[in-house]
């Protein structure tokens, strides 16, 4: 019987990192990854790519409402941004023989 096997590719960001968005509508804009959504290659960046949500209404409130809360981006649109700049980033292994992220232009370990 043949085996499946599923590996999920390792991803260049990851929740609490500061990124700086490099395509699209919030070009420019920089923000803390809140969400990683590996699946989808997506993530949701706090206050960029804000989009208008419509709520029925409900007990709470009975009007219903609209709110402004964060869409995702793809994760090819964003780019760690470490020192006032945007950084590639890579991976080598560390001192204790783990891989770790580390910036390319500097050489230091994220």
Do not use: C
Not at 17 to 34: E, F, L, M, R, Y
Not at 95 to 105: D, F, H, I, N
């Amino acid at each position: 019987m043949e085996r499946k096997h599923n590996k999920q590719q390792k991803l260049h960001v990851k929740s609490g990192d500061t990124v700086i968005v490099i395509a699209g509508n919030s070009k420019g804009k920089t923000g803390v990854i809140q969400q990683v959504l590996v699946e989808k290659q997506r993530v949701i960046v706090q206050d960029v790519n804000l989009v208008t949500k419509h709520l029925k209404p409900n007990a709470n409130s009975p009007q219903g409402s609209i709110e402004k809360v964060e869409g995702s981006i793809h994760i090819s649109n964003v780019q760690i941004f470490e020192d006032g700049k945007a950084v590639r980033t890579g991976r080598k292994l560390n001192e204790k023989g783990k891989l770790q992220r580390y910036s390319k232009s500097t050489g230091k370990f994220i």
